[in-house]
Every structure is written in structure tokens, then in C-alpha cells.
């Protein structure tokens, strides 16, 4: 379990519609943290995304996506142009954050936590990159864009990931 003061739960957030939330408010799920792009060849990962938030959600699993404008400007648009992008093209229904860099001097503290406590230390190196958390606040895995979100080994993570 981490340290209270290195938790992944003092993290505050910000939702697509500007509403304070907090790692805290996914306590005790298993989450998938993924950085999104509406006009990335990996966009269509959001359906399956989807279908894996639909299949675990009541296992205590959940979907975070956090949309990102740092890979080939692949995110141009406002929060409300994206939640609506996603919404109607996607179905999506999982958390949505206020747009956010990974990467730089302006790491959103999110992704500072994430990189520092992944055994792959390295910078986010495009759109979809996905960091699997545990139920006890644990990142325990992580998997680059071209994982697809129905892979077996994915979904294998994410077993381990709503027992831990």
C-alpha cells in the first residue's frame, strides 16, 4: 500500500466539466488511466474502452480518460467538443478529465505519480498510453498505445487488478 504521503488518492482533478473530484473518489477501484486524443489513429480505442468500463464497472473497475493535445496536436478541441466527440461517436460514459499534458515541465501531477511509481519510468510517448491501478492504489502495469484495450493481456491485468 503507498505511503499517505506519496498516495495516488491526494491527487486532485479536474472533470471535463470543470468540477472538482480527486483520486479519492475512485478509492477502493481498480483503474485504467488513459490519455486520450479525438483525432489519433488509436481514437477508436475509446469503443473498446468503453466496453471494458461496461464489463468491470461493477466489479469496481473504472475507466479515466484523460484527454492530451502533445502528440501531433491530436487533441485541438475544447472539453465540451471532446465530451460531445466522445459521447456521440464512442457512447462513452466513463470519467472524462479537463484536457491535461503528460509529458514536460507541465506533467499533470496525475501522470508525475503514474511515470514515478511504473516499473517504465520513461515519458508517455503517444496518445492511448494506459496505466492500470489496483484497488489498493498500486500501479501495477503499463501498456503503450498499440495494446489493444480487449488484448488478453490486458484483460488479464485487469483480474489481477480488482483482486489486489
Given at each position: 500500500?503507498?505511503?499517505?504521503?506519496?498516495?495516488?488518492?491526494?491527487?486532485?482533478?479536474?472533470?471535463?466539466?470543470?468540477?472538482?473530484?480527486?483520486?479519492?473518489?475512485?478509492?477502493?477501484?481498480?483503474?485504467l488511466?488513459?490519455?486520450?486524443?479525438?483525432?489519433?489513429?488509436?481514437?477508436?480505442?475509446?469503443?473498446?474502452?468503453?466496453?471494458?468500463?461496461?464489463?468491470?464497472?461493477?466489479?469496481?473497475?473504472?475507466?479515466?480518460?484523460?484527454?492530451c493535445?502533445?502528440?501531433?496536436?491530436?487533441?485541438?478541441?475544447?472539453?465540451?467538443?471532446?465530451?460531445?466527440?466522445?459521447?456521440?461517436?464512442?457512447?462513452?460514459?466513463?470519467?472524462?478529465?479537463?484536457?491535461?499534458?503528460?509529458?514536460?515541465?507541465?506533467?499533470?501531477?496525475?501522470?508525475?505519480?503514474?511515470?514515478?511509481?511504473?516499473?517504465?519510468?520513461t515519458?508517455?510517448?503517444?496518445?492511448?498510453?494506459?496505466f492500470?491501478?489496483?484497488?489498493?492504489?498500486?500501479?501495477?502495469?503499463?501498456?503503450?498505445?498499440?495494446?489493444?484495450?480487449?488484448?488478453?493481456?490486458?484483460?488479464?491485468?485487469?483480474?489481477?487488478?480488482?483482486?489486489?
Open positions: 500500500m503507498p505511503s499517505a504521503e506519496n498516495s495516488i488518492y491526494k491527487i486532485p482533478l479536474l472533470s471535463i466539466e470543470s468540477k472538482s473530484l480527486s483520486m479519492k473518489d475512485f478509492k477502493d477501484k481498480a483503474i488511466v488513459v490519455n486520450t486524443a479525438s483525432q489519433c489513429g488509436y481514437t477508436p480505442q475509446y469503443k473498446a474502452l468503453q466496453d471494458l468500463y461496461e464489463q468491470f464497472k461493477d466489479q469496481g473497475f473504472v475507466v479515466l480518460g484523460v484527454p493535445n502533445q502528440f501531433g496536436g491530436q487533441e485541438p478541441g475544447s472539453e465540451r467538443e471532446i465530451k460531445h466527440f466522445c459521447e456521440v461517436r464512442y457512447g462513452v460514459k466513463f470519467p472524462l478529465l479537463k484536457k491535461a499534458e503528460v509529458n514536460g515541465s507541465n506533467r499533470h501531477p496525475l501522470y508525475q505519480y503514474l511515470i514515478k511509481h511504473s516499473s517504465d519510468q515519458d508517455i510517448q503517444w496518445n492511448f498510453e494506459k492500470l491501478i489496483s484497488k489498493s492504489g498500486k500501479v501495477i502495469k503499463r501498456f503503450r498505445s498499440a495494446t489493444d484495450p480487449k488484448s488478453p493481456e490486458l484483460i488479464q491485468a485487469i483480474h489481477q487488478a480488482l483482486k489486489e
